[in-house]
């Protein structure tokens, strides 16, 4: 088994890596002006998101000796996982002949890009490594977040997809929607899916208490404030332009 300080330098390291591919994959993607090349590179992102997952499960299932896989932490009902998905629906339906209403897609790329810049920017910046003990884990985890980013990224430089007000919106319905099923989920498995049993056990200055359902508030208050951070960027951009 493998230190978690080692897990921890690893999980930095690939922070650094990242960093720099958000930056230059959608730069590259911006100065592409050939369609082919824009859907080729679309799929190139979805599949790897998609060989990430594979071999995140295969990984816990077969690989870690130490993973215990379990109901009660291991479906796809994290918040993560929407903006995850999400963002890969968002960049598949931009670009191929499968179209659905840009509304919708709107929609989506709303979720992913929220969930990206809020809670997968949390979970890199204040990792939490319990039940990781490889680096495959590791990096399969970090992948799972930054993927969200570099997603999000992407839509917004390659297909001009834009946050706004509404997209706040969008999210805080969302939001509150997915909290009944994920609630009655945690209920009947003993779970704690969007975290809305047991506070999450990471070192973060905006979550100075962890009773229940106090640390809910909390993050629906700073979450309202940050959703507008985020905008900030687009309100400013569109007022230059």
Known sequence: MISKELLLKQHYMLSIIMLVVCIIVPYFGYKLKNNNYKFFFSIFLIVVAI??????????????????LSLDKDLPFHLCHFGFYFSLLAIYFKCSKNKISEKKVQFLFDIAFAIGFSGALQGILTVDLTDINNTIGVITGHLQHSLIILNSIWLI????????????????????????PLGLINYFLGSNYLFLCTAPAVENPLLFTSEWPYYILIIDVFSIVYMYVLYLPFMIYDKLK
């Open 157 to 180: 430089f390659v297909y001009k997809m834009r946050f706004s007000i509404k997209g706040i919106l969008n999210f805080f319905i969302f939001l509150n929607v997915l909290v009944i």
């Open 51 to 68: 060989l990430q997952e594979i071999l995140d499960y295969t990984n816990r299932i077969v690989i870690d000796e130490l993973y215990t």
